[in-house]
């Protein structure tokens, strides 16, 4: 069956605009994790989702950074107003139905911001 | 203090040869322990995850956990050039009587094998 997706696989933007990642993760995964990913670094957890809630946002750096799952598949995550240092991988992540299972990792989004 | 550290490397071995990878972890109600491999421009993969003390072993892979120690080990036997990759060490920890699976990584090990 398909895996995580993630789009786009590439973004570059602007000092100060706003940017929208998606995951599409595996189906009946109820479970979803957001990570960011900066060069030479271990993933960095930004926020959990089970089902269409968000049961833990505290990786979240600031209040520029908001995600969303409104129909507990598939999630956005926004960021406004960004800065240099948002640029990074950011990895999507899915499980059954969370706990300790295996979490299947999405190609990530590379956000470049100039 | 990181809470989970590992040795960046890189750290070469010659083809065929042990490898071993280490990580300690400041967190001594961390329950779950996994090992995940990630190939240059890709995204982690589980290898093993291991949550009692002692060895647990699936192939060529091993991982060691001693909780007193706050150490988890990763050994590669008969390593091989496609072994070479970035490996993670993560945890998870036990929040209010209910682990749901929030991972904190180490920021991984170079490896290179070398035919």
């Known amino acids: 069956g398909a895996g995580v997706s993630q789009t786009p696989s590439n973004k570059v933007t602007e000092k100060g605009k706003y940017v929208e990642l998606r995951c599409d993760p595996i189906s009946g995964h109820t479970a979803l994790y957001w990570y960011r990913q900066s060069l030479g670094q271990g993933p960095e957890f930004l926020i959990y989702f089970q089902g269409t809630g968000a049961a833990d946002d505290s990786g979240l750096p600031n209040d520029r950074f908001f995600a969303v799952r409104p129909e507990g598949s598939v999630s956005t995550l926004k960021i406004q107003r960004t800065e240099r240092g948002d640029s990074a991988v950011y990895l999507c992540?899915?499980?059954?139905?969370?706990?300790?299972?295996?979490?299947?990792f999405g190609p990530g989004t590379r956000l470049l911001v100039l | 203090q990181k809470e989970v550290e590992q040795n960046s490397g890189p750290l070469s071995v010659p083809e065929g040869a042990i490898a071993s990878l280490n990580c300690t972890y400041s967190?001594?109600?961390?329950?779950?322990f996994f090992w995940y491999r990630q190939y240059s421009g890709k995204s982690p993969e589980l290898i093993m995850f291991?949550?009692?003390?002692g060895d647990k072993e699936d192939g060529r892979f091993t991982a060691q956990l001693n909780k007193a120690s706050q150490y988890v080990s990763l050994l590669i036997r008969d390593s091989q050039p496609s072994d070479s990759a970035t490996y993670l060490c993560?945890?998870?920890?036990?929040?209010?009587?209910?682990?749901?699976?929030?991972?904190?990584f180490g920021q991984g090990t170079i490896l290179t094998v070398h035919p």
């Open positions: 291991i949550y009692s003390n």
């Open positions: 967190d001594r109600g961390s329950q779950s």
């Open positions: 992540a899915s499980s059954l139905s969370g706990g300790e299972e295996t979490q299947y």
């Open positions: 993560a945890l998870s920890t036990n929040a209010g009587g209910t682990s749901y699976g929030k991972l904190t």
